[in-house]
Nanobody, 113 residues
């Protein structure tokens, strides 16, 4: 059974940092591109960053160098280091197996001004 469990969200001030983590199980983690997406209030989910099995990364334009996605295939974890956060980053953040309907429950990030 595929499981994705996100953690690390919370409340931070503008300019602060958070590190999100996603623990994966039930599938061949090292064979899949993994994504971080987010859903802002009253908006559709949007891609934040993705990372291929070989470590090649891709970021949304709004990241602007502030976030870093990483993965540990041995530990089956996916991380997102987020720096210089702004209120516009307030959202529920999800990890996802690319090309599938598998999502975690999400972790809430709230950035205060």
């Amino acid at each position: 059974q595929v499981q994705l469990v996100e953690s690390g969200g919370g409340l931070v001030q503008t300019g602060g940092s958070l590190r999100l983590s996603c623990a994966a199980s039930g599938f061949a983690f090292n064979m899949y591109t993994m994504n971080w997406l987010r859903q802002l209030p009253r908006k559709e989910r949007e891609l934040v960053a993705s990372i291929r099995p070989n470590g090649v990364t891709n970021y949304a334009d709004f990241v602007e160098g502030r976030f870093t996605i990483s993965r540990d295939n041995a530990e089956r974890t996916l991380d997102l280091q987020m720096n210089n956060l702004t209120p516009e980053d307030t959202a529920n953040y999800y990890c996802n197996i690319e090309g599938t309907g598998h999502w975690g429950q999400g972790t809430q990030v709230t950035v205060s001004s």
